[in-house]
T-cell receptor, first 113, second 116 residues
Framework: DAKTTQPTSMDCAEGRAANLPCNHSTISGNEYVYWYRQIHSQGPQYIIHGLKNNETNEMASLIITEDRKSSTLILPHATLRDTAVYYCIVTWAGGTSYGKLTFGQGTILTVHP | DAGITQSPRHKVTETGTPVTLRCHQTENHRYMYWYRQDPGHGLRLIHYSYGVKDTDKGEVSDGYSVSRSKTEDFLLTLESATSSQTSVYFC???????????????FGPGTRLTVL
């Protein structure tokens, strides 16, 4: 799996957009970008995934650069409940990957009132 | 929320004691995983299962064994617990979202294990 690099921590004001970057310069053509988050003491929660196109769901948007070497997770209107550790994970999605994930240290996002 | 439970939720045990943690799902998902989470290490995969009786090792499998005799249950056993196995253990389940094998994992609430 390609290695990812994320900032250790970020702050965001409530109601503003939170933009969380992730570098994955060694990503290969069949690897997907996943984002998960973990709210304190809970299990991680899936947010979104993408291959090369930008993606949006009810939680967030994922912007992947054209060369696929980096991506940004966007929480359009951050709330206090979005305070969590956000993990960017790049992994092959073939059948024999069995969905295994390798978690890094992630980015601690703190949303302030 | 995905139907996934872990038991026990908290356990304190002594070094050398065998311990079994249970993960139970009601989603009929094929894939199940055990992770541990420690400060400074994030989540690390211990073992995973890709079907009944089909299991394999993850990143940190030494000292752990697993069994999956039916779809809904995935057991993690510490044959002889050590203090280094004090951790929070998370179970997860997943199913393929797309034909290309993209997966979404759902995590359980975790088990906090303390080995004295």
């Amino acid at each position: 799996d390609a290695k990812t690099t994320q900032p250790t921590s970020m702050d965001c004001a409530e109601g503003r957009a939170a933009n969380l970057p992730c570098n994955h310069s060694t990503i290969s053509g069949n690897e997907y970008v996943y984002w998960y988050r973990q709210i304190h003491s809970q299990g991680p929660q899936y947010i979104i995934h993408g291959l090369k196109n930008n993606e949006t769901n009810e939680m967030a948007s994922l912007i992947i650069t054209e060369d696929r070497k980096s991506s940004t997770l966007i929480l359009p209107h951050a709330t206090l409940r979005d305070t969590a550790v956000y993990y960017c994970i790049v992994t092959w999605a073939g059948g024999t990957s069995y969905g295994k994930l390798t978690f890094g240290q992630g980015t601690i996002l703190t949303v302030h009132p | 929320d995905a139907g996934i439970t872990q038991s026990p939720r908290h356990k304190v045990t002594e070094t050398g004691t065998p311990v079994t943690l249970r993960c139970h799902q009601t989603e009929n998902h094929r894939y199940m995983y055990w992770y541990r989470q420690d400060p400074g290490h994030g989540l690390r995969l211990i073992h995973y299962s890709y079907g009944v009786k089909d299991t394999d090792k993850g990143e940190v499998s030494d000292g752990y064994s697993v069994s999956r005799s039916k779809t809904e249950d995935f057991l993690l056993t510490l044959e002889s617990a050590t203090s280094s196995q004090t951790s929070v253990y998370f179970c997860a389940i997943s199913e393929s979202l797309l034909a290309g094998g993209v997966y979404e994992q759902f995590f359980g609430p975790g088990t906090r294990l303390t080995v004295l």
